[in-house]
Each structure stands twice: as structure tokens, then as C-alpha cells.
Nanobody, 125 residues
Framework: QVQFVESGGGLVQPGGSLKLSCVTS????????MNWYRQVPGKEREIVAS????????KYVDSVKGRFTISRDNAKNTVYLQMNSLKSEDTAVYYC??????????????????WGQGTQVSVTA
């Protein structure tokens, strides 16, 4: 079955950095776009970044542009999120999922209904 295992979160001060990893299994990783999402209590999960399966081009929401970098290693079935210059508003649980492009959507849609446990990122002084 499809699985996502996120890790790398933690407690960091504003301005600090973290690198998240998401190890996947159960699907052909190299053929899917990959997305990172985040969610805070009481709000919907929102997409943060996306990377294509073909040329590894990337997209970011405006709030993280210039600070976050998404990358992937097809040999390891793993997607990463390097987060620099962290702000308190980046505090959230971070998840990954595969992505399926949609002609009417800016970002790929989540490909699978199953989600991992996420990894908590807390940015506080």
C-alpha cells in the first residue's frame, strides 16, 4: 500500500533552518510529481511546494518563496524540503503526497487519499 513517512521536524528559533524528508513506498515514485503540505490546528491542509516528475521544476506558495527548497531523489523514493529563514508562521505539521497535474489547478492535486503521520515544525523564540 501507499505510504509516506515524514521526518526532520523539530523546534527551532526564528531565522533557523530545518530539512524535512519524506520516504515513500507503494507507488512508482519517479513517475509522480511530489508535493509538500502543512496544516495548523483548525485550518485546512495547504500546499507549500511542488516538484515535477519530469524536469524537476518547482513551484512554491508566495509565503515560502526564496526560503524553502523542494528536491527529490528518485533512487531513494524520497522528497525533501529545505526550510531556511524560518518564521513563527511556518509552525505547522508538514506532510507530503504524490501529485497529479490538473488543468485548472496551479498545483498538482494529491494523488492518494492516504497520508503519513506528518512531522511537526515549531518555530519559536
Amino acid at each position: 500500500q501507499v505510504q509516506f513517512v515524514e521526518s526532520g521536524g523539530g523546534l527551532v528559533q526564528p531565522g533557523g533552518s530545518l530539512k524535512l524528508s519524506c520516504v515513500t513506498s507503494g507507488f512508482t515514485f519517479k513517475t509522480y510529481a511530489m508535493n509538500w503540505y502543512r496544516q495548523v490546528p483548525g485550518k485546512e491542509r495547504e500546499i507549500v511546494a511542488s516538484i515535477t516528475s519530469t524536469d524537476h521544476s518547482t513551484k512554491y506558495v508566495d509565503s515560502v518563496k526564496g526560503r524553502f527548497t523542494i528536491s527529490r531523489d528518485n533512487a531513494k523514493n524520497t522528497v525533501y524540503l529545505q526550510m531556511n529563514s524560518l518564521k513563527s508562521e511556518d509552525t505547522a505539521v508538514y506532510y507530503c503526497n504524490a501529485g497529479v497535474p490538473h488543468p485548472n489547478m496551479k498545483y498538482p492535486l494529491a494523488a492518494f487519499p492516504s497520508w503519513g503521520q506528518g512531522t511537526q515544525v515549531s518555530v519559536t523564540a
